[in-house]
């Protein structure tokens, strides 16, 4: 089956979540990756705070929908001292998941995340203290990816807790970075049982290289976020729920050029 040109994979998408009365401009911009994005590219400096801040929203992003997360953003600045590092620091991690469990705000790991955040910060600081700063740590690698990898690797010497390649790249666009997150969204709608982006197993590695080549040929302003925003909307819980583990062919604009129908006869009704 032949793969849909970039253009024409953001244009049927869209369609699709129209006729869903998804508001996917609204959803994107309320995500607020895109502008922070733009904040990068326009030489923002990020403070430690701020990493901070984009590391506790992946976490808490993990084996979860994000709706509640979403909705519940006040309470949880609220909870981490509006991110302050040093009242951070003299909270009680079990006071902080007290906090997040009665928001309902946690997850399977939240115990385990929030042990280990003071860990995780204190990793931060040993990046500004040999890079400068975090920002700069980020820019000294050749793309996203290889910054991932040195955050989520074991052996690491600056390997975060609690974080693999997915979270790492999440972190990262929460902070500017024109990334995408290699996430089971991802995997599955790029994969050869649904649109045929990637042939063999969809690795953390392929996806990246995949999504980041598309966005590359799409006309847009931060292009690989937005497509990681606008392809994560269009799968998960929700939010579209078009492309998830059973796919809703019937209301798809994509059905044609997607092998999943192909392979599951009723698939489209």
Not at 36 to 46: A, N
Not at 71 to 100: G, M, N, Q, W, Y
Not at 221 to 234: G, P, Q, T
């Amino acid at each position: 089956m032949n793969q849909l040109e970039p253009s024409e994979l953001i244009r049927l998408i869209k369609i699709t979540l129209d006729k869903s009365h998804v508001d996917y401009e609204g959803m994107i911009k309320t995500m607020g990756q895109t502008k922070t994005c733009k904040d990068r590219i326009s030489q923002k400096v990020f403070p430690l705070k701020e990493h901070v801040r984009a590391l506790v929203l992946s976490l808490l992003s993990s084996q979860r929908p994000w709706t509640t997360i979403a909705a519940r953003s006040d309470d949880i600045h609220c909870i981490f001292h509006e991110f302050d590092i040093t009242s951070l620091l003299k909270t009680p991690p079990d006071e902080i998941i007290v906090a997040i469990r009665k928001k309902k705000c946690g997850n399977m790991a939240i115990k385990k995340q929030i042990s280990t955040l003071s860990y995780n910060i204190n990793i931060f600081k040993e990046i500004e203290k040999k890079c400068g700063s975090i920002d700069s740590f980020i820019g000294c690698h050749k793309d996203a990816f290889a910054v991932a990898q040195v955050l989520s690797i074991a052996g690491s010497e600056f390997k975060l807790k609690q974080v693999g390649i997915p979270l790492a790249m999440e972190y990262l666009k929460n902070v500017g970075v024109n990334t995408i997150k290699p996430d089971v969204h991802l995997q599955r709608i790029l994969s050869r049982n649904r649109l045929g982006y990637i042939a063999d197993k969809p690795t953390a590695r392929k996806v990246f290289d995949v999504a980041s080549e598309l966005a590359g040929r799409i006309d847009a302003e931060c292009s690989c976020v937005y497509l990681d925003n606008l392809l994560w909307l269009f799968c998960a819980k929700g939010y579209g729920e078009i492309c998830g583990a059973t796919p809703k062919c019937s209301c798809c604009e994509l059905t044609k050029h997607c092998n999943y129908p192909h392979e599951h006869q009723g698939a489209v009704l």
